[in-house]
T-cell receptor, first 114, second 113 residues
């Protein structure tokens, strides 16, 4: 079946550093790709998405580009803040039984210190 | 405010004592789902529902039951909890089959001793 692999954490950065969290996927079709973020004590919320190859999703200074040739969807941010400390999940949508099912990676914890 | 609510947020129980975790959404979403989150495993789907009275198994359904008698509610039932069901549980809802975005509840941390 389809799967998502993301880099293990934790990732620890200083404020204003550049962030990259790697995500690669395996899929038989042409899935949509997502990044979800989970702040401490909260549920997941959608950060950004891309629905076809070469699309770039962006939100709150984060970006990710759907790369079909490398089956990747790496998350980047040019200058992180302490408030970005959270767990980030890469996910894809898989067609299953008439609906789109989300398949999640294991999550990457990001800690940003002042 | 559009939201998914879960109760309780924290629960400690003993092996074999039946429990129910409630989930409710106010967005009129057709799709609802339960996940469990475990370290290093990400989120795994337990059960999902495409509409009222329509439910189906996810990837890890063993030991769980669900029901969907009303569109807004999707309770998760553990008939006889065991310690391996200690986990963080999330309910989610989404607006239908082209289900690109799901809205998550705040989570229920369950400990079974």
């Amino acid at each position: 079946g389809d799967s998502v692999t993301q880099m293990e954490g934790p990732v620890t950065l200083s404020e204003e550093a550049f962030l990259t969290i790697n995500c690669t996927y395996t899929a038989t079709g042409y899935p949509s790709l997502f990044w979800y973020v989970q702040y401490p004590g909260e549920g997941l919320q959608l950060l950004l998405k891309a629905t076809k190859a070469d699309d770039k999703g962006s939100n709150k200074g984060f970006e990710a580009t759907y790369r079909k040739e490398t089956t990747s969807f790496h998350l980047e941010k040019g200058s992180v803040q302490v408030s970005d400390s959270a767990v980030y999940f890469c996910a894809l949508s898989e067609r299953s039984g008439g609906y789109n099912k989300l398949i999640f990676g294991a999550g990457t914890r990001l800690a940003v210190h002042p | 405010e559009a939201q998914v609510t879960q109760n309780p947020r924290y629960l400690i129980t003993v092996t074999g004592k039946k429990l129910t975790v409630t989930c409710s959404q106010n967005m009129n979403h057709e799709y609802m789902s339960w996940y469990r989150q475990d370290p290093g495993l990400g989120l795994r789907q337990i059960y999902y529902s495409m509409n009222v009275e329509v439910t189906d198994k996810g990837d890890v359904p063993e030991g769980y039951k669900v029901s969907r008698k009303e569109k807004r509610n999707f309770p998760l039932i553990l008939e006889s909890p065991s310690p391996n069901q200690t986990s963080l549980y999330f309910c989610a809802s989404g607006p239908g089959r082209m289900n690109y975005e799901q809205y998550f509840g705040p989570g229920t941390r369950l400990t079974v001793t």
